[in-house]
């Protein structure tokens, strides 16, 4: 489905489907989106101002297009930052994709694996970043759970990858992690800006939060990175390794 008004305010509905972002200033509310494409929400390039708030979005296992498989939530590809808040996020493998957002909020859980038409693992993660980005990345007060096994694409809970260019800028507060190889993929060698403070790594699926740790990737001698007041669930602090 194609949103092409500017302005548009999309509430209280229950779409089977997915929504194409076309337009300015949109706004989805108090709405259920079951999609079984590759995404639920998608902003187009050359747009902004997308608002996501107080939604369902979740999707249908083994009716995607990649072998069934359904890829992004909530997808930005426009040209300005983006607000997901108080929203109930499931079974999208990369539920959170984008470089620029304010994600506030919301809760990720129930992650479902798949393999591609290839018949290779993808990777899931809650929140997802390929780096690049010229804009603010926010995330604050959300519950982002990965459940998946490693062996079946499991990658983190939040995952700054430097896959199209330097991570920066971006604030990770005050939320609860869990699941992925690791919790946490800090953005690697070239990471800037990055703030990741008092938030709570949980153990409910790995004792050590991600299967092989809570945090990798991480650039302490970045400009500008900070890492301050995260723990486990126990209250026992984390320091991380530095990035290599």
């Not at 984008?98 to 809760?107: A, C, E, K, S, T």
């Not at 993808?122 to 096994?149: C, E, F």
């Not at 430097?162 to 919790?183: E, F, R």
């Not at 126990?234 to 320091?239: E, F, V």
């Amino acid at each position: 489905m194609s949103v092409t008004t500017d302005g548009a305010v999309i509430r209280g509905q229950d779409i089977t489907g997915s929504l194409d972002v076309y337009a300015n200033n949109v706004t989805v509310v108090d709405s259920r989106i079951t999609s079984t494409n590759w995404w639920g929400i998608n902003l187009r390039p050359g747009y902004r101002g997308l608002r996501v708030l107080h939604t369902t979005i979740t999707a249908v296992p083994g009716k995607g297009p990649d072998n069934g498989g359904v890829n992004y939530a909530v997808s930005n590809m426009g040209s300005s930052s983006i607000e997901v808040g108080w929203c109930d996020i499931s079974v999208f493998g990369n539920a959170l994709s984008m470089g620029q957002g304010h994600l506030h909020d919301n809760y990720v859980h129930g992650l479902v694996p798949f393999r591609n038409n290839g018949g290779e693992w993808q990777h899931t993660d809650a929140v997802i970043s390929g780096g690049g980005s010229q804009g603010k990345l926010v995330i604050r007060h959300n519950t982002l759970l990965n459940p998946v096994p490693v062996d079946q694409g499991a990658s983190a809970a939040v995952g700054l990858f430097a896959d199209t260019g330097h991570v920066s800028n971006t604030v990770i507060d005050d939320n609860l992690l869990a699941g992925g190889a690791y919790a946490l993929y800090g953005g690697g060698d070239g990471a800037t800006g990055i703030t990741v403070t008092n938030n709570v790594f949980s153990t409910r699926y790995h004792r050590n939060s991600g299967v092989y740790g809570a945090v990798t990737a991480w650039n302490a001698g970045g400009a500008g990175n900070v890492w301050r007041g995260n723990r486990f669930s126990d209250g026992t602090p984390i320091t991380p390794e530095p990035a290599g």
